[in-house]
T-cell receptor, first 116, second 112 residues
Framework: DVKVTQSSRYLVKRTGEKVFLECVQDMDHENMFWYRQDPGLGLRLIYFSYDVKMKEKGDIPEGYSVSREKKERFSLILESASTNQTSMYLC???????????????FGSGTRLTVV | GQQVMQIPQYQHVQEGEDFTTYCNSSTTLSNIQWYKQRPGGHPVFLIQLVKSGEVKKQKRLTFQFGEAKKNSSLHITATQTTDVGTYFC????????????FGTGTRLKVLA
């Protein structure tokens, strides 16, 4: 089974701190994504990456950055955490379509971040 | 930009009743996926629909993709308590892309 592992299940950080959320997948997937999930808003795409060192902005990239130095790891960085970034953060990966990727995203268990 | 809306936002049903959630896109979709998220869990991929008018079944779950490829539905027959969770659709407008836009989700509660 594909596994997508997020480094922390729960995090509490202070306003203004720099926060790193780590995500690792073990099935050689090309594509990786960061979403945040908020009640009533569904899943909103923050950033995604389709290859090492490649990244593209999603729908809500403001206040975030990402890093993908290795294929299996995709990091989300909150440059200066704010209370409105309190949320559930979900990492996902998928196989590229030209390698037969038709099985959707595999999500990690999520990191619930609280900024105080 | 592309938007994917789902209705209803919440649904409570008695165990044994049927349930349907609808997904509507502002633009024509290349394909659509459905996910289930159990309470406290993460979304899990259920199925992908690609063809106009396509219907797929998984046991008690029936998935449909509209003829115009702008809407989709998930129907559960005779709900069980194990069906509890939030159901999301996710669509993409371009074939061969890796980026899907998720709907707002429908939270299903099944009363025993």
């Amino acid at each position: 089974d594909v596994k997508v592992t997020q480094s922390s299940r729960y995090l509490v950080k202070r306003t203004g701190e720099k926060v790193f959320l780590e995500c690792v997948q073990d099935m050689d997937h090309e594509n990786m994504f960061w979403y945040r999930q908020d009640p009533g808003l569904g899943l909103r795409l923050i950033y995604f990456s389709y290859d090492v060192k490649m990244k593209e902005k999603g729908d809500i990239p403001e206040g975030y950055s990402v890093s993908r130095e290795k294929k299996e790891r995709f990091s989300l960085i909150l440059e200066s955490a704010s209370t409105n970034q309190t949320s559930m953060y979900l990492c996902a990966s998928s196989l590229s379509i030209w390698r037969g990727g038709r099985y959707g995203y595999t999500f990690g268990s999520g990191t619930r971040l609280t900024v105080v | 930009g592309q938007q994917v809306m789902q209705i209803p936002q919440y649904q409570h049903v008695q165990e044994g009743e049927d349930f349907t959630t609808y997904c509507n896109s502002s633009t024509t979709l290349s394909n659509i996926q459905w996910y289930k998220q159990r309470p406290g869990g993460h979304p899990v991929f259920l199925i992908q629909l690609v063809k106009s008018g396509e219907v797929k079944k998984q046991k008690r779950l029936t998935f449909q993709f509209g003829e115009a490829k702008k809407n989709s539905s998930l129907h559960i027959t005779a709900t069980q308590t194990t069906d509890v969770g939030t159901y999301f659709c996710a669509g993409t407008t371009t074939s061969g892309t890796y980026k899907y836009i998720f709907g707002t989700g429908t939270r299903l509660k099944v009363l025993a």
